[in-house]
């Protein structure tokens, strides 16, 4: 036997693990690109483009401050301030910073941008914001300096 059959009998088993380790490489890369695939300017775009006006950060911050008839305002879990962290009005748990400015995660995950924005206006104001007030929201977040 030579060596090159023996390298070639030794290796073959080891073909297919090189292939599952190309393969979950390739899956954690594409989970990678799922969890950070737009940008707060993209959301902006997006729900600017959908109300078919742009979003106004005045507007915004009264949106995002006010009570809509019910008990609680964006504030309430964000806080005044969406450029420092927040805190849950009933668990008490932290919330990383809204403003974009402050946090490079915010906006960052559409799946994660839509889940939350339907929650919490069922939460505040018992009805989906509407693409304008989203537009709204963005725009003042964006706004924000540290
Ligand atoms: C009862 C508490 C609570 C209220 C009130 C609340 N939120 Fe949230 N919000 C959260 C929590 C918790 C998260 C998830 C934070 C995390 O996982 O990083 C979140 C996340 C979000 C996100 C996702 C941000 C991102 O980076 O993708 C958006 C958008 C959002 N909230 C919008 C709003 C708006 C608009 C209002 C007011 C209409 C509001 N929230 C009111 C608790 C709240």
């Given at each position: 036997m030579n060596f090159t059959s023996l390298f070639a009998m030794r290796c073959r088993p080891l073909l297919p693990m090189a292939w599952i380790a190309a393969g979950a490489g390739?899956?954690?890369?594409?989970?990678?690109?799922?969890?950070?695939?737009?940008s707060a300017a993209q959301q902006l775009e997006r729900w600017s483009a959908q109300a078919g006006a742009a979003g106004r950060a005045d507007r915004g911050h009264v949106f995002f401050s006010g009570r809509h008839g019910g008990?609680?305002?964006?504030?309430?879990?964000?806080g005044n301030s969406p450029?420092?962290?927040?805190?849950?009005?009933?668990?008490?748990k932290a919330i990383d910073p809204m403003a974009p400015?402050?946090?490079?995660?915010?906006?960052?995950?559409?799946?994660?941008?839509?889940?939350w924005f339907r929650r919490n206006c069922n939460d505040v104001l018992k009805r989906e914001c509407s693409a304008g007030e989203k537009a709204d929201v963005l725009a003042y977040l964006i706004s924000l300096k540290p």
């Open positions: 390739l899956t954690l890369l594409s989970v990678a690109a799922q969890a950070a695939d737009t008990e609680w305002s964006c504030t309430s879990c964000h450029t420092t962290p927040g805190k849950h009005a009933s668990t008490g400015a402050a946090n490079p995660k915010a906006f960052t995950d559409t799946a994660k941008v839509d889940k």
